[in-house]
Structure formats: C-alpha cells, structure tokens
C-alpha cells in the first residue's frame, strides 16, 4: 500500500528564508507524487507534481521539489519566502495504478511566514 | 468556468438528521471523488466514481453514500448523521482515471457541524 508522511505539522520560517516541507512516501510502485497546497477556508490547489522524467520539479509561486528515489522523498523548497506563503501544504501520492486518479494524502503541514 | 462547485457552504445538522451535499463540475471531467478534512488527519477518501454511472468506496465511507447524478454532478448522502461526521467536505474532479497521471481539481468545501 501507498502512504505519505509529512514530518512536522507546524512549521515557521521568517519572510524571506528558505521554506522546507518535508515528505517521505511509501510505494511499492513507481510513485506519482503531488503537492497542493490550501490556503484559508479554501480547497485545495496543485502546486507541482513528478510523474516521470526529471527529478527536480519546478511549481507555481516558485515553488520546486525534488524526487529523490534512494531516499523515498519528495521534500517542497522554495528559496525566499513571502508573506503570502502561509498555508497548509499537503503531499499526496498516487494510490495504485489500477485505482487510476486515487491519491493519498498526507496529513499536512501549515506553514507560517514571521514578518 | 466555474470549476467544481459544492453547496451548501456550511450546514449544522442535529444527531440523525440527513443532508445531501452537492458537488458539479464544469470541466467535462471522467472521475470525481468526495474527501473529508479533519485536523491533523489529513484528507482521506470517502467515494469516488471513476467514470458516469459507477462509484466505488475509498477510505473512509461507512455512513455515506453517493450518487453520480450524470457526468457533471455527484452527491454525498448522509441518511443519519452522527456528531463524527463533523468534518470539512471536499469534492474533487479529474479528466481521467485510466492509470494517468491527472491532476484533480477541488471544490472549495462544506463545513459540517452535526451536533
């Protein structure tokens, strides 16, 4: 079975430092990982996500991940954070192949961005 | 072009009550799937329904059920709600659910409080 874990419920960065969400993934097939991100009393939008090819996955906002397969992670970096960052982030992974489009989620992290 | 949209916004609902949430998408999308939110838990799978006319269960559905009304529209009943279905409602679409690799779109959510 396919799960993901998000380490880290809270994280707070000052505006301007590196953002780093962490997450590790289960899977024993190829994964197809996915980061959304949901800002307040909303629902959820696709930041980036890897299929297949390269590695290093550039988003929106300026937002980028890297599959790393020897470490079975997919951690989100962006390089300077800005006020309008501060959102709960949630990493997913393809459930299984045969399930098509079914996605398991983490349990999320909310960052904060510190004036 | 609306996206997916989901009503009502909000709903309080006394313990053995029924609601029906609603969920359409405008995106001519195969599969759509209903999720809920609770803290620190992330989101998890109730139902989906890869194509028009099926719908299968996903993590979580004791106590709900669903209908693909047609390609565009899919509800979520509640026939008895219990104070542990307070929870944050989300649907979701996806153009395909054929082992691809489609992004899935979120409607902004129903807030459910069943006291």
């Known amino acids: 079975a396919q799960s993901v874990t998000q380490l880290g419920s809270h994280v707070s960065v000052s505006e301007g430092a590196l953002v780093l969400l962490r997450c590790n993934y289960s899977s024993s097939v190829p994964p197809y990982l996915f980061w959304y991100v949901q800002y307040p009393n909303q629902g959820l939008q696709l930041l980036l996500k890897y299929t297949t090819g390269a590695t290093l996955v550039k988003g929106i906002n300026g937002f980028e991940a890297e599959f790393k397969k020897s470490e079975t992670s997919f951690h989100l970096t962006k390089p300077s954070a800005h006020m309008s960052d501060a959102a709960e982030y949630f990493c997913a992974v393809r459930t299984a192949p045969s399930s098509g489009d079914k996605l398991t989620f983490g349990t999320g992290t909310r960052l904060a961005v510190r004036p | ?115």
Not at chain 2, 2 to 13: D, E, I, N, S, Y
Not at chain 2, 39 to 57: F, H, N, V
Not at chain 2, 85 to 109: D, H, I, R, W
Request: with cysteine; hydrophobic share 30%; aromatic share 10%.
């Open chain 2, 1 to 115: 072009n609306a996206g997916v949209t989901q009503t009502p916004k909000f709903q309080v609902l006394k313990t053995g009550q029924s609601m029906t949430l609603q969920c359409a998408q405008d995106m001519n999308h195969n599969s759509m799937y209903w999720y809920r939110q609770d803290p620190g838990m992330g989101l998890r799978l109730i139902y989906y329904s890869a194509s028009e006319g099926t719908t299968d269960k996903g993590e979580v559905p004791n106590g709900y059920n669903v209908s693909r009304l047609n390609k565009r529209e899919f509800s979520l009943r509640l026939e008895s709600a219990a104070p542990s279905q307070t929870s944050v409602y989300f649907c979701a679409s996806s153009l395909t659910s054929g082992g691809t690799q489609e992004t899935q779109y979120f409607g902004p959510g129903t807030r459910l409080l069943v006291l």
